[in-house]
Structures are given as structure tokens and as C-alpha cells.
């Protein structure tokens, strides 16, 4: 009885919350309402992949070993087990955790919405290889600038080879989208991608 009364209590809170935001704010509510509502497949992809951040920081991790087959398919899919570093993974997930709360100049350089599509390559409109690249074009080869580099990203297998690629979070956060922008390209010397000009 006391948990159903506590449960009640907490819903009238939230629902009184969510009644004064709309009652201040009524365009900008509309407006998160018709964006979140049209695109509610990219909302929800991404609030399950925060779900899953969260539940590790409230876990110190721990979830990640419990839960390991949401984790493995969230992070490395395809990926036999036997390829995945696990505690390297477990490591690596606080520094991502980490940067992207600590450092606002990081987290700048990926603006993201909560709406935004799943991007599994780099947007050609956007970007162009530099005249002095000498490697393949669909590729980095194995350039130890980028982030996987920089951040020894336990999915960056040997020989060049992205255990993590098409997995959710790289189509949803940071890898998919790399470069957008000349900050991106800058932070990691990038020597393929240039801006369009």
C-alpha cells in the first residue's frame, strides 16, 4: 500500500511538472511535442542508449556484465565475443561518459538533438578529402588521429578494423557523425578531411 501511495505521489509531481513547463513555456513545449512525436524511432533509439549510460553509472558498471547482450549489441554487434576487450570496453564507456560531461568544448563538437537520424558514414556535403590523402577514400587506414586513436578505443581492432561499426552508437553518436565540422577536424589533425568550401 505505502509503495502504490509513494508511486501515486511521484506521478502527481512529475504530471505537475510537466503541466507548469507547458503552462510557462507553451510554444517551446509545442514545439518538442511535434519534433519528438514526428521522429519517434530516433527518440527512442537514443533515450535507450542514455538508459543504458545510466544504468552503468548507477551500477559503477556493474550492469554492463549483467546486462552484457544489450551492451554488446548497442556497442559491437556484429562482434564475435571472443574479439571484445570487455573490461577495456568498461573502461572505455567512463571515458566516454566522462569527456562528454567534464568537457564542454568535446561535447560542443558533436551537436546532436535527441531527433536527429543515425549517420553511418561521413556527410560528403558537409566535408571533402584533403588533396594530399594518400590512403583509400572509403576508409581511414588505420590513421591513428582519429578519436579510436586518440582514445585507444577498445573497438578499434587490429588491423584498422572497427568492431564497432553500424552498431547503435555509432550511427547515434560520435563515430558515424565524424567530421561535421572544422572543430572535429582540428582536435584530431585530421590529414583526410577538409570542409567544403
Given at each position: 500500500m505505502k509503495k502504490a501511495i509513494k508511486f501515486l505521489l511521484i506521478l502527481l509531481m512529475f504530471a505537475a511538472?510537466?503541466?507548469?513547463?507547458?503552462?510557462?513555456f507553451p510554444k517551446k513545449c509545442?514545439?518538442?511535442?511535434?519534433?519528438?512525436?514526428g521522429k519517434p524511432k530516433n527518440v527512442a533509439i537514443r533515450l535507450?542508449?542514455?538508459?543504458?549510460?545510466?544504468?552503468?553509472?548507477?551500477?559503477?558498471?556493474?550492469?554492463?556484465?549483467v546486462l552484457f547482450p544489450l551492451y554488446k549489441q548497442a556497442f559491437a554487434p556484429r562482434a564475435?565475443?571472443?574479439?571484445?576487450?570487455?573490461?577495456?570496453?568498461?573502461?572505455?564507456?567512463?571515458?566516454v561518459i566522462w569527456r562528454s560531461v567534464t568537457d564542454g568544448a568535446y561535447r560542443k563538437m558533436y551537436p546532436s538533438e535527441i531527433t536527429d537520424p543515425p549517420k553511418l558514414n561521413t556527410d560528403r556535403s558537409?566535408?571533402?578529402?584533403?588533396?594530399?590523402?594518400?590512403?583509400e577514400d572509403g576508409n581511414c587506414d588505420a590513421c591513428e588521429n582519429t578519436c579510436c586513436g586518440r582514445l585507444k578505443c577498445p573497438l578499434f581492432g587490429e588491423?584498422?578494423?572497427?568492431?564497432?561499426?553500424?552498431?547503435?552508437?555509432?550511427?547515434?553518436?560520435y563515430c558515424g557523425r565524424y567530421p561535421e565540422n572544422q572543430a572535429?577536424?582540428?582536435?584530431y589533425d585530421c590529414p583526410k578531411w577538409q570542409l567544403k568550401e
Open positions: 511538472i510537466v503541466l507548469s513547463l507547458v503552462i510557462m509545442a514545439r518538442v511535442w511535434i519534433t519528438v512525436t535507450y542508449l542514455y538508459g543504458l549510460f545510466g544504468l552503468f553509472l548507477a551500477t559503477g558498471g556493474l550492469s554492463m556484465f564475435k565475443l571472443s574479439e571484445l576487450p570487455v573490461f577495456k570496453l568498461w573502461a572505455h564507456i567512463y571515458k558537409l566535408v571533402e578529402i584533403k588533396p594530399t590523402w594518400a590512403g588491423n584498422g578494423r572497427c568492431l564497432g561499426y553500424d552498431s547503435i552508437f555509432f550511427n547515434y553518436f572535429q577536424i582540428d582536435y
